[in-house]
Nanobody
Framework: QVQLVESGGGLVQAGDSLRLSCAAS????????VGWFRQAPGKEREFVAA????????YYAESVKGRFTISKDNAKNTVYLQMNSLKPEDTAVYYC????????????????WGQGTQVTVSS
């Protein structure tokens, strides 16, 4: 089992930056990857970014490439999502998730999810 707790969300203006954190505990050694997903009201959940827990390979949705950076600190069992040049369309609840499967962007394959943190970007 893996437990995930997100933090760092908030209300910012377009062009601002936020750094989200995902603190993991439990059987993190079983995790293949940790990902960030987001969901806006009335919209489907979408993949944002993911990082392999061991290898550190990163993956990004096209909509955030060049603006968002996912990273991790294995010693702290923490994954970060640095979000720069935020746009109103980035507004959503952001979820951290962990998967034990060989996957990165397929949300249905993620086993464990955090509670989510709200990110609101005003224009």
């Amino acid at each position: 089992q893996v437990q995930l707790v997100e933090s760092g969300g908030g209300l910012v203006q377009a062009g601002d930056s936020l750094r989200l954190s995902c603190a993991a505990s439990g059987r993190t050694f079983s995790s293949y990857a940790v990902g960030w997903f987001r969901q806006a009201p009335g919209k489907e959940r979408e993949f944002v970014a993911a990082i392999r827990w061991r290898g550190g390979n990163t993956y990004y949705a096209e909509s955030v490439k060049g603006r968002f950076t996912i990273s991790k600190d294995n010693a702290k069992n923490t994954v970060y999502l640095q979000m720069n040049s935020l746009k109103p369309e980035d507004t959503a609840v952001y979820y951290c998730a962990s998967t034990t499967y060989d996957t990165t962007s397929y949300g249905e394959a993620y086993n464990y999810w955090g509670q989510g943190t709200q990110v609101t970007v005003s224009s």
